[in-house]
Structure formats: C-alpha cells, structure tokens
C-alpha cells in the first residue's frame, strides 16, 4: 500500500515524488498484486479532495500501476 499511499501524501502536502522514489516504485510496482483490490480502492479514497483523486489516478495510471 505505501506505493498508493506516496501519490496521495504528494498530493496532500503538495511535494513532488523523487525521481529515485519512482524508479523504485516501478521496480516494485508488481508486489500490489499481492493486495486485495479492496485495501487498494480504501487507500485511494483517502484522499480529501474529488481533484486530487482524479490526479492520483492518473498518476498510477502514467506508471502503470
């Protein structure tokens, strides 16, 4: 879940995800396989603003994830 959890907490504090962070995400991108959709989807609905869901979306999108 930390992978999900650093778009949203880049989004709420408002710092941008180090190029080293991504690389690292990428590398590890498929162990949110081993996570139930359902912990996936509460993580993301975190966020507080309709907005920045969408942005988080797009950003786990952009990476493939």
């Known amino acids: ?5 650093i778009y949203r ?7 941008d995800i180090d ?8 590398k590890n991108k498929d162990l949110l396989n081993n996570i139930r959709k359902e912990k996936i989807l509460e993580e993301i609905r975190k ?3 309709r907005e ?3 942005q ?3 950003e786990l999108e952009i990476n493939n994830l």
């Open 1 to 5: 879940l930390r992978i999900v959890r």
């Open 9 to 15: 907490f880049s989004l709420d504090l408002g710092f």
């Open 19 to 26: 190029s080293e962070v991504l690389a690292s995400i990428n």
């Open 47 to 49: 966020t507080s603003h």
């Open 52 to 54: 920045e869901l969408k």
């Open 56 to 58: 988080i979306l797009k």
